[in-house]
């Protein structure tokens, strides 16, 4: 693996880190005005810097070169560096239109879906026009087993109707959300357990559609995104909405889920190199018992570990990356596994030494600390939990000495 960035791929980065220091860090301010007059509508600025952002061409920077003219061409490697830049900031990613739940669900209709079905959906989400969200998570079930989901869809004549309940539906709050990928049971007898599972295009608007609540993270409700309880009271969709066809609706959510979690780390990496830089700047600036808090070894400790932990998971989330793009994601599949074990568990480290360090200022909304530190235990159970990848990973690694 070529440890050096390619001339092509800096350029890309100092326009990214450019872009995100001229424009995104002066609007958040603004941006959490706007927020507070309707939590669910997208700020008015937001859209502003999309336009921005979009007129620089730095637009659907993570969608792989295999999709050929609807991508702009770069490999998982070159996009990992940008997304780690992106992730130092909580509105970025959004800016460039690369930020969850839309970048998964447009790789899924650019992969799987039909002509009439990119037309409708994947063109406008691709333009950022509007959003989206993946219905999977039910409260009733382990859904860390995806063969557990228990929502039916049922073939109607020429129609799908849809009934069960989902939560923690990310995105599903946002006005501007207007359709929904569902994930859902269209054969539950099959003995292939595997083959029991559809996907399905439900429009937000659709009657039956029912958004309960926010579901709360940590005790916010995580606007403008959202974590929606959603109610499916007898939904019915044309049986043109069904992605791919019956029964590939865990083959899809596989080839969804592992580019989905490696994005996750690669912002995860932004975001903790991010608290380790205002770490070394606050011990740097604040007086502690007569002398700069530097001076203490546990906070040369902190920082020097912290360090270490970042470039450890900054290089395997790399090596991850270029596997993909040398070997394909089914090949990578171990090293994406261990990277999501190992990047939000890095992030919470290093974030968790970095609000210690600046004391009760690290937990208020006077830092990014507070949202970073979210994130990262988020992510310890999003696209699955930590001990379902151990499982799997230690299951595959010792299969090999059988």
Known sequence: MDFEHSEKTQDLINQVRTFIDNEVVPAEHTYHEQLEQNPWKTPPILDELKAKAKAKGLWNLFLPKEHGELSPGLTNLEYASLAEQMGRHHIASECFNCS??????????????NEAQKKQWLEPLMEGKIRSAFAMTEPEVASSDATNIETSITRDGDDYVINGRKFYISGAMRESCEIMIVMGKTDPDNPNRHQQQSQILVPMNTPGVNVKRPMMVLGSVDAPEGHAEVIFENVRVPKENIILGEGRGFEIAQGRLGPGRIHHCMRLIGAAQRALELMCKR????????????????????????????????????????????????????????????????????????????????????????????????????????????????????????
């Open 100 to 113: 969850a739940p839309d970048t998964g669900n447009m790789e899924v209709l650019a992969k799987y879906g």
């Open 283 to 402: 011990a740097n600036e604040r007086v502690v018992f007569g002398q700069p808090m530097i001076k203490h070894g546990s906070c040369r400790e902190d920082i020097a570990k912290s360090a270490c932990e970042i470039e450890q998971a900054r290089l395997m989330t790399l090596k991850a990356a270029d596997t993909m793009d040398r070997y394909g994601n089914k090949e990578a599949k171990e090293l994406i596994a261990m990277i999501k074990i190992v990047a939000p568990n890095m992030a919470l480290n290093v974030v968790d030494r970095a609000m210690q360090i600046h004391g009760a200022v690290g937990l208020s909304q006077d830092t990014p600390l507070a949202g970073f530190f979210a994130y990262a235990r988020t992510l310890r159970l999003a696209d699955g939990p930590d001990q379902v990848h151990m499982m799997q990973l230690g299951r595959n690694l010792a299969k090999k000495y059988e």
